[in-house]
């Protein structure tokens, strides 16, 4: 697929990010290939996709959730969500369900404070969170909800 771009070093984060938007992670056997097509080595590639946030080695979930643990999430009680979370589907920060649906991260600040606690599921903002609210909107998303 990044046969489209010139082999030129100049555009590996490009490539790298199209192999995030296509896979949702960077799959090892792309590295390798990207490594013989740009004749970069395998050591640089690993560094960058381990520096830039927006870039995974690990496969992540359809479903991305951050909880923001920012300031003003955290005194409003940011720990209840992730609690929540973990209680229906099993996962804490950093992790995605074995049915790959679903990854949990944190994040420091969404923007929202005054929505504070926020959490953001895709693209979707969700404030003034209780844990209920949690629930009912994890099953919106088929999360595994045990009565
Ligand atoms: S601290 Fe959570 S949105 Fe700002």
Redesign the pocket.
Known sequence: MFEKYPKDQKYTLAILQDLQKEYNYIPKEKLIELSLYLDLPLSKLYSMATFYKALSLTPKGKYIIKV?D????HIRSSNVLLDEINNILGIKPGETTDDGMFSLETVN?????A????MVINDKYYGKLTSSMVRDILKEYGGDVNE
Do not use: D, I, S, W
Request: glycine fraction near 14%.
């Open positions: 923001c920012g300031t003003a999430c600040c969404l923007g929202a404070c929505l504070a606690p926020v």
